[in-house]
């Protein structure tokens, strides 16, 4: 069997971290195995299906590098690939199945279905579809249709229990009657989800459905549509939920779902896909880093965990620095490129400063977009007022180090030098302590305070080398 797998979202708004989740466990059995990943798009939701939100997808697994093999940009043997452009395929397979008797024709009014509902929540009895239409013939239906009613088409739910095996829960088994006779096409045309999920599944050859499992209540209407066209199911896969620190489903309320504001976060690709993984999936090896090839090389549908998967946020971003603590440096100067703004100084240094800035920050951050203002420290001439900045400045040596960086400054100025050099720093150094005597803890921290305006920070020849020298000048007063 020649597996296809899917990833089908409804283009109703952001590209959620659940569905960036789907779309990479479906990515990665079909690469694991050498099958087909598809994207499909159910935009049946008429009011609420957006083409931006369908581009906010693609883009996404554009960036995430989980591309699709057959999808509404890239065609294959079994599109049209978006819902909306299928609705002939749906008439059709409704017509047949109306002329088998397992679906009919429904013409009471969503007043009238309301209200029965309410009668039954009355009761205490199931809501379900009391069969008003179950019984009207073929004939008679369309022959008011042709005065102008209009009708819904339901399925005809037999009278029986449905069994499937999960690769993730195992057995499940829906005993008889939790559901009533179910709309298939609205009278506007349209099919339900359950139904023309079925049907994409079945004509698209999909073998294997792996999604969340806020769908396994889903799969009984689709097994019985399957049943009625006499198709074999694919095999389903549904992976566990994603909970906040509360245990509850994730949602807005826990803070960032969409994968567009951790792009904004300045996320990398590689870590949101690595952390993804995770949520719901373990490696083999138990490793907690690893790149998509890799996740592409130990895949498989054994290993999904039965229990919801607790977001956490601290563990994402950590998995983040870790990726980016292992980019090349030019890969850094990159993305670090990629999150200034145009106009930023960083643009003006050399590319071995460039290199020097990404190679002193990058063990400070699990974030690129955290470089940002430490960089914007370096051109920013203010001196920090804080106790330790007091201590410093309190310091009888401290003066004398002004003084002398005051001297040195304003001759580099009058030279025309903009930066000074880790050697020219350490030059400094040596003659504060060779010639002014001024030695351990005063000299250190006193030209770190003086020179950085800061009592912490990085390496401080190495930003003192970064930092233009009217910007130092002006730190010293
Ligand atoms: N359009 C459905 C969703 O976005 C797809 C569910 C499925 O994979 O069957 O939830």
């Given at each position: 069997m020649s597996v296809r797998v899917r990833y089908a979202?409804?283009?109703?708004g952001n590209f959620h971290i659940g569905g960036v989740r789907t779309a990479l466990y479906n990515y990665l059995y079909a690469k694991s195995v050498g099958g087909t990943f598809v994207l499909r798009i159910e935009d049946t939701d008429a009011e609420r299906s957006k083409r931006e939100y369908e581009d906010l997808q693609i883009n996404g697994l554009k960036w995430l590098g989980i591309?699709?093999?057959?999808?509404p940009d890239k065609p294959g043997?079994?599109?049209?690939?978006r819902q909306s452009e299928r609705l002939e395929i749906y008439k059709k397979v409704t017509n047949d199945l109306i002329d088998q008797k397992k679906a009919y024709y429904c013409f009471c009014t969503d007043e009238e279905i309301t209200r029965k509902k309410e009668i039954a929540a009355a009761q205490k009895v199931d809501p379900h579809y009391d069969g008003t239409c179950r019984h009207i013939s073929k004939e008679d239906a369309l022959k008011r249709i042709a005065k102008g009613e209009s009708a819904a088409v339901r399925f005809l739910v037999p009278p029986k229990s449905y069994t499937f095996v999960d690769k993730v829960k195992g057995e499940v088994t829906f005993p008889e009657n939790m559901v009533g006779d179910f709309v298939l096409l609205r009278s506007s045309g349209l099919p339900v989800y359950n139904y023309a999920c079925v049907v994409d599944d079945w004509m698209m050859k999909i073998s294997h459905v792996i999604r969340g499992e806020d769908h396994v209540g889903n799969t009984l209407r689709q097994l019985m549509i399957y049943e009625a066209l006499g198709v074999t199911p694919p095999i389903f896969a549904h992976v566990s939920l994603i909970i906040g620190s509360d245990r509850q489903?994730?949602?807005?309320r826990h803070g960032a779902t969409s994968l567009a504001s951790y792009q904004e976060q300045s996320y990398l690709p590689e870590a949101v896909l690595n952390y993804m993984c995770l949520l719901g999936w373990s490696h083999p090896e138990e490793k907690t880093i690893f790149d998509l090839n890799e996740a592409v090389r130990v895949f498989s549908l054994d290993r999904f965990v039965k229990s919801p998967a607790m977001f956490d946020n601290e563990k994402f971003k950590w998995t983040n620095g870790q990726h980016l603590r292992n980019f090349s440096e030019e890969r850094l100067v990159r993305e670090l490129s990629n999150v200034?703004?145009?106009?930023?100084?960083?643009?003006?240094?050399?590319y071995a400063n460039k290199t020097l800035v990404v190679r002193i920050f990058k063990e400070k951050v699990e974030l690129i977009g955290e470089m940002i203002p430490m960089l914007d420290r370096i051109f920013d001439p203010a001196v920090d007022q804080t106790p330790e900045m007091d201590e410093i400045n309190s310091w009888e040596s401290t003066p004398k180090i002004k003084d002398y960086m005051r001297k040195e400054l304003s001759l580099m100025i009058a030279k025309g030098k903009e930066f000074v050099t880790i050697d020219e720093v350490s030059k400094w150094m040596d003659d504060l302590k060779q010639n002014l005597k001024i030695k351990g803890k005063p000299l250190f921290m006193g030209i770190r305070g003086v020179l950085t305006?800061?009592?912490?920070?990085?390496?401080v020849k190495e930003l003192v080398s970064l930092t233009p020298i009217n910007v130092l000048r002006e730190r010293v007063g």
């Open positions: 979202p409804s283009p109703t591309e699709h093999d057959e999808g043997n079994y599109g049209p690939y489903k994730l949602s807005k200034l703004p145009k106009n930023h100084k960083f643009f003006e240094y050399d305006g800061s009592a912490h920070g990085a390496d």
